[in-house]
């Protein structure tokens, strides 16, 4: 098992930047792959992103690719989203998940672990 905990979300201008990151305890990190995913109000959960176990593939939702990227420090057990160019349909509440392995790439409900969310919310 293992316990997630997201953070970095916040309010930012469209075209601009935030980091977030999610913390993970109770497990053995590096033997999860890890996903992203946001939710808007009355919309369903949205994949974002996914890397691998050691990092080394990635998979991105098509309304994020080439501004998000997704990376991972398994020393400091935590998984990373960087966002670049927001925008304000952007604007959601952002959850990490983590995977044994199994799961189907871009499908939420086939995540074993998920995190608190954070709200990241985008101006235009």
């Known amino acids: 098992q293992v316990q997630l905990v997201e953070s970095g979300g916040g309010l930012v201008q469209a075209g601009g930047s935030l980091r977030l990151s999610c913390a993970a305890s109770?497990?053995?990190?590096?033997?999860?792959?890890m996903g992203w995913f946001r939710q808007a109000p009355g919309k369903a959960r949205e994949f974002v992103a996914r890397?691998?176990?050691?990092?080394?593939?990635?998979y991105y939702g098509d309304s994020v690719k080439g501004r998000f990227t997704i990376s991972r420090d398994n020393a400091k057990n935590t998984v990373y989203l960087q966002m670049n160019s927001l925008k304000p349909e952007d604007t959601a509440v952002y959850y990490c998940?983590?995977?044994?392995?199994?799961?189907?790439?871009?499908?939420?409900?086939?995540?074993?672990?998920w995190g608190q969310g954070t709200q990241v919310t985008v101006s235009s």
């Open positions: 998940a983590a995977d044994d392995g199994i799961a189907i790439v871009r499908t939420a409900n086939s995540y074993d672990y």
């Open positions: 109770g497990g053995t990190f590096s033997s999860y792959a």
């Open positions: 890397i691998s176990k050691s990092g080394g593939t990635k």
